[in-house]
């Protein structure tokens, strides 16, 4: 019998060598005539074990990690003789940092072959689209509604409600898109279930699309993820084959297909209106709202946009009931939502548990504290648009409106944790200077206001005129926030108000310089 | 060791550049898919293929223009042999980014954004590859490197100089 061995392909685990260590464990078997099956998955997401190598046994999954292409012969002596290995972290599922997790989404990530629907089958995919069908569309909408699902791009709009507005519409033809432009820094789980669990966001897209009575679906994918776009073409095709894309999908009366569009290198094209009009093969300008996309979206017909995760949530919550999946989270925000920790972070990954965990306890607890070992300073959370929070805020559970009343917000889920070293006033100055380069030009507050920010920090920076342009920059913050069409313009104040609310004695320059320069 | 492996791409030419808008054209809302397409055969997006598109998706070649220009991807020139992308968002500013990007502006003797003068390697910076829990990260002519740290960026300037 061959030995069967997992080895992740995830872009995370890719970076850091996986492929190497693929090939070596191949080499090696064949050079001493032992025959192994590598399976390429997706990652378990605990990142700091990548590359992660994990043996089949009868008792389920051993894991090593992290693994270098030198420690391959030595790893398999020991898989051949069952002996100890240093690397060797026990079964997988037992690994603490895994096992306290409630991994509803990310349920099958890094465990089946992302490539292979029998594989998704085998594990419970497209349990949740045979429920779907015999529940019929207006079913569909409660369950969905019922389960309490809010969009997890970041603006937490009730996923049921969106639906329900574009189901209630009628036209020609109907659409649902992918947003998949998951550029926020600190973010990476759509990038991890795209190249993980392909066919869990196609089964998501296709249930949204049979409930609505829209035909046609896009994925639009950001350019930097090669390895997404490549496995959602991938799966795409393989569900087109297996029957789950097409015309009477699963057997049913239903017909419902769908594409990948990849994005250009415009981070604004994440928001939602941009997006279409990026899809339609224009400048990505934001549009006003009303028209919502859900009236008046791509092609001027009534559309569902939802982020890969919402998307993602749905099997679940038609396979095990709406039931099962609001009995997670706390207030409002219910389910489970995939975190990513990242930045300066020993354990840096994905954590999927109920909201109501505490940020301390991510940072602290679960993410093991900073790897260069220094203090935890600041955390950055719901990317480039995220507030900046102190440790004096470490108390916030993570929760839409927990973070709303801080004002904060959890955006795509991201936390990006700094250590003491971190200077917030170049922090404060970067978010204006990324606004600035994004801007997609449309209103004034985001094109001219992210200027002026850059400007007057740098003045802040030189020691000029420090509590006059303080005074400025929170002026302009507020016009920016009031004033702007979209979250770009709208969210920059977030970090920029944050690092000087929280972290002040950056920005003012201690008595004793003053007293020098007087 | 992994093989230097080096992008190729045709010389622009008009025929082939036609029948490319062509194999794409159909499609709704194709200007971006043609862009990728021209610039994946070329390098980059000859001035010449923009009336071109605009002529066959029945636009204006200022609103091709406005696409190609409002895009970060799409390069009106070729890029360097190779191209060198460092991340250069939150994640990776907090791993130590910003140290990694000075050293290889110093190495290249290139400011991020810029070609080196024998047309060797292009270093741009680019926000977020999303391996941000293996910060500092890179990309090499589409090879992704995370983790990065001196070592690792010598090597890869090294590599990319070659």
């Given at each position: ?248 999908i699963g057997g049913s009366t239903y017909s419902f297909d769908m594409e990948v569009r990849v994005g250009a290198g ?164 970067f978010a204006m200077e990324f606004c600035a380069i994004e801007s997609c030009g449309k209103c004034t507050p985001c ?72 | ?162």
């Amino acid at each position: 019998m061959s030995m069967r061995l997992f080895v992740s392909r995830d872009a995370g685990a890719v970076a850091v060598g996986a492929d190497e260590v693929a090939l070596a464990l191949e080499a090696a078997a064949a050079k001493r005539g032992v025959a192994i099956e590598i399976v390429r998955t997706g990652s378990r997401g605990l990142y700091w074990l990548e590359p992660l190598v994990e043996f089949a046994t009868p008792q389920g999954r051993i894991a090593f990690g992290p693994v270098t292409e030198s420690d391959v012969p030595s790893l398999l002596d020991a898989l051949a003789s069952n002996t100890p290995h240093l690397l060797r972290l026990g079964a997988t599922e037992e690994i603490p940092w895994l096992k306290r997790q409630t991994r509803l989404t990310f349920a099958r990530c890094g465990v089946i072959d992302p490539r292979s629907l029998d594989d998704y089958r085998a594990h419970g995919g497209y349990k949740g689209f045979e429920r779907a069908l015999s529940l019929g569309p207006d079913a569909i909408l409660t369950e969905v509604t019922a389960s309490g699902l809010r969009g997890r791009g970041g603006a937490g709009f009730p996923t049921g409600i969106k639906w329900k507005t574009v189901a209630q519409t009628s036209a020609n033809r109907k659409f649902i898109v992918c947003n998949a432009d998951e550029g926020d820094s600190g973010t990476f789980a759509d990038r991890m279930i795209m190249e993980g669990d392909p066919f869990l966001v196609i089964e998501g897209m296709t249930t949204s699309g049979i409930t609505v009575g829209a035909t046609k679906g896009y994925i639009y994918i950001r350019s930097e993820y090669p390895h997404a776009v490549e496995a959602m073409n991938a799966a795409i095709i393989a569900a087109r084959r297996g029957g789950y894309l097409g015309d009477k999908i699963g057997g049913s009366t239903y017909s419902f297909d769908m594409e990948v569009r990849v994005g250009a290198g415009a981070y604004v094209c994440g928001e939602e209106t941009s997006l279409l009009e990026s899809l339609e093969g224009r400048r990505g300008l934001v549009r006003a709202k009303p028209p919502l996309p859900a009236h008046r979206g791509l092609f001027g017909k009534p559309t569902v946009i939802n982020n890969v995760l919402s998307f993602a949530a749905i099997p679940f919550i038609l396979a095990e009931g709406a039931k099962a999946y609001a009995d997670f989270g706390m207030g409002r925000s219910r389910g489970t939502m995939p975190i990513q920790l990242a930045g300066n972070i020993r354990h840096g990954g994905l954590f999927e548990t109920a909201f109501g965990v505490t940020l301390g306890e991510l940072v602290d607890d679960i993410g093991g504290g900073t790897f260069t070992g220094r203090p935890v300073r600041a955390v950055q959370v719901g990317g480039p648009l995220g507030a900046y929070f102190p440790r004096a805020l470490f108390e916030t559970p993570f929760d839409y409106e927990a973070f709303a009343a801080r004002d904060g917000l959890i955006g795509h889920g991201g936390i990006v944790v700094f250590d003491d070293s971190v200077d917030m006033r170049r922090q404060a100055r970067f978010a204006m200077e990324f606004c600035a380069i994004e801007s997609c030009g449309k209103c004034t507050p985001c094109r001219i206001g992210s200027t002026r920010g850059v400007e007057t920090i740098e003045k802040i920076i030189n020691g000029e005129r420090v509590s006059e342009n303080l005074a400025l920059v929170e002026d302009l913050c507020n016009t920016m926030k009031f004033g702007s069409l979209c979250a770009l313009g709208g969210f920059t104040p977030y970090p920029v108000l944050s690092a000087l609310k929280h972290f002040r004695e950056d920005f003012i320059p201690a008595p004793t310089t003053l007293q020098a320069a007087e | 060791m992994t093989a230097v492996y080096e992008p190729s791409y045709e010389p622009w030419n008009e025929t082939r550049g036609a029948e490319i808008i062509a194999e794409h054209g159909k499609q709704e809302g194709a200007t971006l898919v043609i862009l990728h397409a021209l610039q994946e055969a070329f390098g980059y997006v000859p001035e010449a293929a923009i009336p071109m598109v605009a002529q066959a998706l029945n636009l204006s070649r200022a609103e091709v223009h406005g696409v190609f220009t409002f895009y970060h991807d799409f390069r009106h020139k070729p890029a360097g042999r190779h191209v060198l992308k460092l991340c250069r968002a939150e994640a990776c500013q907090a791993a130590g980014g910003d140290a990694l990007a000075a050293r290889a502006e110093a190495r290249l003797g290139v400011s991020l954004g810029n070609t080196t003068a024998d047309d060797r390697v292009t270093l741009e910076p680019i926000y977020c590859l999303g391996l941000c829990a293996t910060a500092p990260s890179a990309m090499l002519d589409g090879r992704l490197i995370g983790r990065l740290d001196e070592k690792r960026l010598d090597a890869l300037v090294a590599e990319a100089q070659r």
